[in-house]
């Protein structure tokens, strides 16, 4: 019995010294090449109430027309039931956000360059995730589950502010 006991705890501070090795803070990435001005781009991003039409994590859980009326959703704020996202600060380069889901903050920015008529669009999740094995092993899925909600999102985004330039 003492073997057994004496190998759980040994396996336990393993698995926890491997898991210490992942990084505690984890971004994910995406970007876009918008046809558009960064002026316009940045107009589209800077003002929440804007995201209902593109960007598809301002849809978790609520009818839009409900949100507008209830006061869930204005310039600087969106309350929605899986999702808290508020603006922090905006640059003319960078608009910073902060997030809310499950009692978990993160970041949002997104970060635009460009000259004339081009702008590329950079959009970054940023996660700082406890020393827990079970949120470290987590958080290695994030890329997978969030990347294809940004990559839509950002896609939808640069459809809307193309529609119309050809």
Same mark, same amino acid.
């Given at each position: /019995? *003492?073997?057994?006991?004496?190998?759980?705890?040994?396996?336990?501070?393993?698995?926890?010294?491997?898991?210490?090795?992942?990084?505690?803070?984890?971004?994910?990435?995406?970007?876009? #090449?918008? $046809?558009?001005?960064?002026?316009?781009?940045?107009?589209?991003?800077?003002?929440?109430?804007?995201?209902?039409?593109?960007?598809?994590? $301002?849809?978790?859980?609520?009818?839009?027309?409900?949100?507008?009326? /209830?006061?869930?959703?204005? $310039? $600087?704020?969106?309350?929605?039931?899986?999702?808290?996202?508020?603006?922090?600060?905006?640059?003319?380069?960078?608009?910073?956000?902060?997030? #809310?889901?499950?009692?978990?903050?993160?970041?949002?920015?997104?970060?635009?360059?460009?000259?004339?008529? #081009?702008?590329?669009?950079?959009?970054?999740? #940023?996660?700082?995730?406890?020393?827990?094995?079970?949120? *470290?092993?987590?958080? /290695?899925?994030?890329? *997978?589950?969030?990347?294809?909600? /940004?990559? *839509?999102?950002?896609?939808?985004?640069?459809?809307?502010?193309?529609?119309?330039?050809?």
């Amino acid at each position: /019995m *003492k073997l057994v006991i004496g190998s759980l705890v040994i396996f336990s501070i393993v698995i926890l010294f491997l898991f210490a090795l992942f990084p505690a803070d984890i971004s994910v990435t995406r970007l876009v #090449q918008i $046809s558009r001005p960064g002026a316009e781009v940045r107009k589209k991003i800077v003002d929440l109430r804007e995201w209902t039409s593109w960007n598809l994590f $301002s849809e978790f859980g609520s009818d839009k027309s409900i949100s507008y009326a /209830m006061g869930k959703i204005d $310039s $600087s704020h969106i309350h929605e039931v899986y999702v808290d996202i508020d603006l922090l600060k905006a640059t003319p380069d960078s608009i910073f956000t902060i997030w #809310q889901h499950d009692g978990k903050f993160f970041k949002g920015n997104y970060i635009l360059n460009g000259i004339g008529e #081009q702008t590329t669009l950079v959009w970054i999740l #940023q996660f700082h995730v406890k020393w827990y094995p079970w949120e *470290k092993l987590a958080s /290695m899925f994030y890329d *997978k589950q969030l990347g294809p909600i /940004m990559e *839509k999102s950002l896609i939808n985004l640069r459809d809307e502010l193309e529609a119309g330039t050809e």
